[in-house]
């Protein structure tokens, strides 16, 4: 199940967010499309590709780079931004895709690595 149905059937009874913690295929470092055979497995393997993204260097970069995702991808899911020191990502390990759920106080991971990280398999929403 693609994760933005999940939230929009769950959005009222669940609180989520997404946090953008660091850029997976900026172009000045690792460019999955640098041939035309490349580019076009990237799109068919994923619908949303973005060529076109630099690592961001200031927290201001890191936040539009967030805010483009949040418009192409994730609807009105409310999206917050890991500082520059990857505080989030360090402490959560939520790079490339985490999903956690929390809770109470407990914090638990409903999935790691994902191929599609839009993508999620057997999650389900219980009354807690």
Not at 23 to 30: C, G, N, Q, S, V
Not at 40 to 47: A, D, E
Request: neutral net charge.
């Amino acid at each position: 199940m693609r994760f933005l149905p999940v939230y929009k059937k769950y959005r009222d009874d669940v609180d989520f967010m997404m946090i953008y913690v660091r850029e997976a295929h900026p172009t000045d470092k690792w460019w999955l499309a640098e041939t035309k055979f490349m580019r076009f497995v990237s799109v068919l393997s994923n619908p949303y590709p973005s060529y076109d993204t630099r690592e961001p260097r200031t927290i201001e970069e890191r936040r539009a780079v967030a805010t483009a995702c949040k418009a192409k991808l994730l609807d009105d899911m409310p999206v917050y931004v890991d500082d520059m020191d990857n505080s989030v990502n360090q402490a959560y390990v939520g790079w490339p895709t985490r999903i956690y759920c929390q809770a109470t106080s407990e914090i638990v991971p409903l999935a790691t690595r994902r191929i599609d990280p839009f993508v999620v398999i057997g999650l389900q929403i219980f009354d807690c």
